[in-house]
């Protein structure tokens, strides 16, 4: 660990509204493990509505006199300061590298894994030093990471601005192959796809309403402007300065939302930095001296003002540096501009005298050294650069401590130290309480549903996990995925309201997001109190082929948010009639809503069943269930219907011998070429687990019977 290397992780176990977590706190690690307590009296409590009981987490490095990482401390060594106040250290972590990366993806995770941003800047960088960041990028990638880091990639252009094409995935070979195709063809990563839609969906609604309130409104909706291929005004493109001012405004935006990620984020930029003259002044400057005639005070004068910094651009990127330092951002600088006096042979751009004016080295170098970072100047070779910055990174405690956080948005300064003398100690300086959500500006919004839909641990409004199902269907002659959730109206409380938006996210088998969905899903107030559960569905056209679908719901008044998964298989051809769609579950039930797009059919239109009497399971079944309902649709010339038969088959998890089903057909309707056919099922009484149900499905008019199958878990 290099000496003066400030660094540290903060993060929460939250004990929230939405969520009640068990949280275990390690009071010491050893060489034997580590030893657990129960989660103390005074944390298992539902907090009031504006006040999470949560344990912050704080990632530390401590180094011994000689720079080593010191592995020998226990919890009872270090002590923490919130707000200049003591409190008790209530959860310990020590976490090497070599433990972790041994342990792989099954081993135990740290409450707080290592974060790192890969951000390359293309917009002041030439086509060599991108090729000097690709291939460094590429080899810690390959080599460096640990299973358990979390990667976001980013790059600024001149064309379209910042793009977050991954964010917090520890899915590394997705992130690796957006990478190795920079240059060669257009890769787009799933935060990418998903912020593109939110871009041009946030768009239409602003239609008509010019009006930017703020600057960060306008930041938003220039660069929505620039990811969706429109123009800004060409007064706004023109220059160095302008396309430098747009750059640190982006900077500056992504800096405040990376206030709410919890933990430490290590930042590792590639660019050639912004031209010293701008920020700091030419060198020696330019002194207006004697002068006769008005064209030589002109002549001065104009010298004196190109020899100034832009002021605002350093007002800039002073705020620059404030926001990255409070965001808890270190900056590890990467110089990939060219080494001065090179030369190239087809022009001597490097050999010119004014070329340490306009170079970025000493804006890279201020950025690592406030933020707590390094600089890696261009001399040095970019594939060591990444490996020291892993490693400086690799060894660490996680100390957690008690809070009554507020959403308020205030600043917390903390300060940990260790009892024992002869210890260098490199923690962060502080922390932000959340704030409302109503207080997001539609950047944070955006960095918000981007965590909420793909990232495994989102924060600080921490989602309910639901239950989803997905089903392939034939509708009108094509084949459909139709995903639906079942949402409790009392866990969900603060979810439905007149502000409540679904969203259907659709990955393919490479994990790309392949399409996109959204609507409205407005709740009153009276149908809260009328109803027990919630059904929002999607139902559109897909391609052949095998997916995992994901249904998030976010208010937009309050931010609380959930979601849930289910995979779906759609084959490669479309069945020959006779066929037999997927069989779906429901059980009585009159206090249940289905909310659908405007316009789109319901799960009740689709599967003609009464919702005022039954509503869908999506895959999880009351314990107490000793009858079930299905609804099929078979696809049958009209008549075959007459002398139809319908057998029932339900299958445990541990694999012995299904049992018949008593059933009843207790409707038959006809909708042109459909039968949609409700039954009534007896299961008796089961215990917990994992189910399977297969439907048989035949008569006098079938050459064979038709078979599907659907499953549920008690």
Not at 78 to 102: G, S
Not at 114 to 132: I, P
Not at 226 to 248: C, E, I, P, S
Not at 283 to 299: F, H, I, K, M, N
């Amino acid at each position: 660990m290099k000496k003066g290397l400030c660094l540290a992780f903060i993060g929460v176990i939250v004990i929230s509204g939405l969520a009640l977590l068990g949280v275990t706190f390690l009071a010491q690690t050893g060489q034997a493990g580590q030893q657990e307590q129960q989660v103390p009296k005074e944390l298992q409590v539902r907090p009031k509505h504006e006040v999470t009981v949560a344990v912050k987490l704080v990632q530390v490095y401590v180094t011994d006199k000689g720079g080593n990482p010191a592995g020998d401390l226990t919890a009872d060594d270090f002590e923490i300061y919130d707000n200049n106040k003591p409190v008790p250290v209530l959860h310990f972590e020590k976490h090497f590298a070599e433990e972790l990366a041994a342990a792989g993806t099954e081993g135990p995770r740290p409450a707080l894994n290592r974060k790192f941003f890969l951000f390359f800047d293309l917009a002041f960088t030439d086509a060599r030093g991108l090729m000097r960041a690709k291939n460094a990028a590429l080899k810690f990638m390959e080599k460096s990471l640990l299973p358990t880091d979390e990667i976001s990639l980013v790059t600024y252009t001149a064309l379209r601005g910042l793009t977050l094409h991954e964010y917090m995935t520890r899915d590394h070979a997705r992130v690796r192959n957006i990478i190795e195709n920079f240059g060669l063809k257009s890769v787009t990563g799933r935060a990418e796809n998903l912020a593109n839609f939110f871009y041009s969906d946030t768009l239409m609604t602003l239609q008509g309403d010019e009006v930017e309130t703020t600057p960060e409104d306008s930041f938003f909706t220039d660069q929505a402007r620039l990811q969706t291929g429109q123009m800004l005004d060409t007064a706004r493109r023109q220059g160095y300065v302008d396309q430098a001012r747009f750059y640190l405004d982006a900077w500056n935006n992504l800096a405040k939302v990376l206030r709410t990620v919890p933990g430490y984020k290590n930042i590792v930029l590639f660019s050639a930095g912004l031209a010293k003259q701008l920020l700091f002044g030419k060198t020696g400057g330019a002194v207006v001296g004697d002068w006769s005639t008005p064209e030589q005070l002109a002549a001065q004068m104009a010298e004196y003002d190109a020899a100034q910094a832009d002021t605002g651009l350093r007002s800039d990127f002073s705020r620059l540096l404030k926001e990255l330092k409070n965001s808890n951002c270190a900056v590890f600088t990467v110089d990939i501009s060219r080494v001065h006096k090179e030369m190239d042979v087809e022009g001597a751009g490097g050999a010119m005298p004014g070329a340490r004016e306009l170079d970025g080295a000493d804006s890279l170098k201020q950025l690592a050294s406030e933020t707590g970072g390094r600089f890696y100047a261009n001399t040095v070779n970019p594939e060591n650069a990444m490996e020291e910055i892993v490693n400086t990174t690799k060894n660490f405690y996680i100390l957690g401590f008690k809070v009554d956080e507020s959403w308020d948005g205030k600043y917390h300064k903390v300060k940990v130290k260790v009892k024992k003398k002869g210890y260098n100690v490199y923690s962060q300086a502080g922390y932000f309480n959340p704030k409302p959500f109503r207080e997001y500006n539609n950047f944070e919004r955006l960095l918000h549903l981007i965590e909420v839909a793909l990232t495994e641990e989102p924060w600080p409004y921490v989602p309910v996990e639901i239950p989803v199902a997905s089903l392939n269907l034939v509708e009108k002659g094509w084949p459909m995925a139709l995903t639906f959730a079942r949402a409790s109206a009392e866990e969900l409380g603060e979810v439905f309201g007149a502000k409540t938006e679904a969203y259907l996210l659709i990955f393919n088998e490479k994990g790309e997001l392949a399409l996109i969905k959204k609507f409205r899903a407005v709740v009153s107030e009276k149908d809260k109190k009328e109803n027990d559960a919630f059904l929002p569905s999607f139902l559109l056209p897909i391609k052949p082929g095998k997916y995992e679908c994901a249904l998030v719901m976010r208010n937009l008044d309050t931010g609380r948010a959930a979601r849930g998964r289910a995979a779906v298989e759609v084959p490669g051809q479309l069945p020959v009639m006779p066929y037999l769609d997927p069989p779906l579950l429901l059980r009585l039930d009159d206090r249940a809503k289905e909310i659908s797009a405007g316009g789109e059919p319901t799960l009740a239109s689709i599967y003609g069943y009464n919702p005022g009497t039954y509503s869908a399971v999506a895959g999880r079944v009351p314990p107490e269930t000793r009858k079930l309902y299905a609804a099929l649709r078979l696809a049958c010339p009209a008549g075959w219907e007459e002398g139809l038969a319908v057998g029932v088959e339900l299958t445990g998890e541990g694999g012995e011998p299904g049992r018949s089903l008593p059933v009843a057909v207790l409707e038959k309707k006809r909708e042109g070429q459909l039968l949609k056919v409700l039954l009534e099922l007896e299961t008796g009484e089961l215990g917990a687990g994992e189910y399977a149900v297969t439907f048989t499905v035949g008569g006098p008019n079938f050459a064979q019977p038709l078979r599907a199958t659907t499953r549920f878990s008690l």
